[in-house]
Structures are given as C-alpha cells and as structure tokens.
C-alpha cells in the first residue's frame, strides 16, 4: 500500500498543505488564510484545520504516516517555536507537534521554511541526483536551508542554516539580529533596495532620479531592469550586493564542500546576471580545489517547495 505524508508550508499571508505520495504523487494542494494578524493560537487553530482537510482529502488515513511542517524562524525538535518569526506576532513559544497528535493522531516533524525548501529542491528540484546541498533563499531577507547526505541539517534546536547572517562586511550595515554586515542587508530584496537608495547620491542615472526623488517606488525588480540598461546606479548596487552574497556563499562552500549551491527566491527572478556574479566571486572566497567540485544553480521548484520539502521530510522521519 502506497504510503502518504502531509506537508504544510506556514506564511504569513496563507497556510499551504498538501498530499503526497511515496512514489512522488502530489495530491490535493490546498491554501486557507493564515490569519497571523490574530495572533499564534490563532494560526495553530486553521494548522490544525487544514490538516483536517487534508486528512478528508486523502480519503485513507491508515496510510499517512505524519506530517511536514515548514514555517519562519526556529522549531525545536519537539515542536516548540523558538522565535525568528517576525512576520506571525505570538507564533513565539507556540507548541506545535502535541495539537497535531491529540487532534489528528498523526506524528509531526518540522523545520525552517528555507530549509525544508533546501529538501524539496534535493529530492524535485536543482538538487535531484547529488547528495549535499546548501539554498540560499532571497526574498525579503537571506534565508538558508542544508541538506547533508541527502538528509536535512537541522543543527541545535533547529537553527541551521542561518547563512543570511554570514557576516560579510567588517563593521558593515547594522543588522536586525544584532551584528554588522550580515550578508541579508545587500543581497535581500529589502538589502538591495536600501543600497539602491544610499548610492543614489552619487549618481546621476534614471533610477537614481526615481531613487532621490520617489525612493519609495524602488525595488529590487526596478534595480535589476535598469542593470539590464547598464545604468550606473544600477550596477553598482548589483555588483555591491553580489560581491556580498558571492562572499557568503564562497565561505559557506569552503565550510561544507556541498555538491551544489541553490540560489533561489523573489531577488532570483533577475536570472543570470546574479548567478554568473555570485559564481564569479565565490571562486575568490574558496579554496580552489573545494570549489571546482561544487555547482551553483538557480532554484527550479518555485512556491511549492515548501510544501514539498515539509511532506518529504516527515517521509525521511517517520517512514
């Protein structure tokens, strides 16, 4: 009998779930609102609700194993949320893994939503066919996700993988996590756009225009149109904040000699003119022989990857 998990993906605007099968069947995907805005008990309530559904949905559950949890910030390995959530208020502290047996009966795992991403790229994804992988997610920051002899690195208390806190700058830009020239504040999307607006006035270029006179109308997608027209502003913040994440990943390959390098995200959406960047300044933070064995790709599973990585993760746990 084909076996089942369950695998939800926990964001601040929609919780995601879905089916999947043993042989790789992806069965009934599902979004309900996360409703963070109420709070964490709140958020646990509708989790609980679309397992539910997801449970109905399958139409066996003798066949589903356990389930996959994937949300922002740190879970402890007995489902308590750690914090590093600042986009679900009261989600801190909240334990996860008990509701879901006493309600359900099913067994839960969980991880970081980068990390469980990381495993959905490994098993679906740019990763398929190696055996350790490291993502560097770029979005609103820089998150991180491992993958080691083709099983997630959790770390202590589930808090691995945090590379978007690679310090890259000595005495850099002041970080929310408490250090200086963490690589999250240039190569984020958010990163991006402050660089944007604090070289803007020494340039004299289109987006520096918008840049001094309508700073709010910058993005990380404006600067990367306006890399493609070689505009002076716009280069130099590109080749600023690649400079910092090819560093970080440089070092993060030196550190672990993975197979492969995942860069993935909203911030990837410029395409090549970030990955052959970063793979040019990598090779400057690496040690030769260690870099030669190692790829650097773009992510090739897009928003389903959390869902994913969270099921395959309760397949590696509980299967």
């Known amino acids: 009998m ?3 998990a369950i695998g939800i993906d926990l964001g601040g605007t929609n919780l ?6 043993s042989d790789g069947e992806r069965r009934h995907l599902t979004r309900i609102p996360t409703q963070a805005e109420k709070g964490g008990q709140q958020v646990l309530k509708n989790l609980l609700s679309l397992i539910g559904v997801l449970i109905e949905k399958s139409g066996d559950k003798d066949s589903v194993i356990g389930v996959g949890i994937g949300t922002p910030g740190f879970i402890d390995s007995d489902g308590t949320i750690l914090g590093g959530a600042e986009n679900l208020p009261g989600w801190r502290g909240t334990q996860v893994f008990e509701p879901i047996m006493e309600q359900h009966g099913l067994r839960a795992t969980g991880g970081n939503d980068v990390t469980v991403a990381a495993l959905a790229e490994l098993k679906f994804g740019a990763g398929k066919g190696v055996n350790n992988l490291v993502c560097f997610a770029l979005g609103t920051g820089v998150g991180g996700g491992i993958v080691i002899n083709g099983k997630v690195y959790k ?21 929310s996590c408490g250090q200086k020239g963490c690589v999250e504040m240039y190569a984020s999307a958010t990163g991006i756009v402050r660089l944007a607006r604090y070289f803007a006035a020494g340039e004299d270029s289109p987006l520096a225009q918008i840049a ?7 993005t990380s997608k404006l600067v990367y149109g306006h890399v493609a027209k070689n505009d002076s502003l716009a280069l130099k913040v590109h080749h600023k904040a690649t400079q910092m994440l090819g560093k970080a990943v440089g070092i993060t390959i030196n550190t672990l000699s993975p197979d492969r390098v995942v860069l993935g995200g909203g ?3 410029a395409g090549d003119v970030i990955l052959e960047a ?6 400057r933070h690496c040690w030769p022989e260690i870099f030669e064995q190692c790829t650097i790709v773009p992510a090739q599973l897009s928003e389903d990857a959390g869902v994913l990585g969270a099921a395959s993760m309760a397949f590696d746990e509980f299967q």
């Open 2 to 4: 084909k076996k089942l």
């Open 212 to 218: 001094k006179t309508d700073p709010d109308a910058v």
């Open 278 to 283: 970063v793979k040019k300044y990598a090779a």
């Open 16 to 21: 995601k779930g879905i089916v999947l099968g």
């Open 155 to 175: 770390g202590t208390h589930g808090m691995a993988g945090e590379v978007g806190h690679i310090s890259v700058e000595t005495d850099g830009l002041q970080c």
């Open 267 to 269: 911030v990837m959406m």
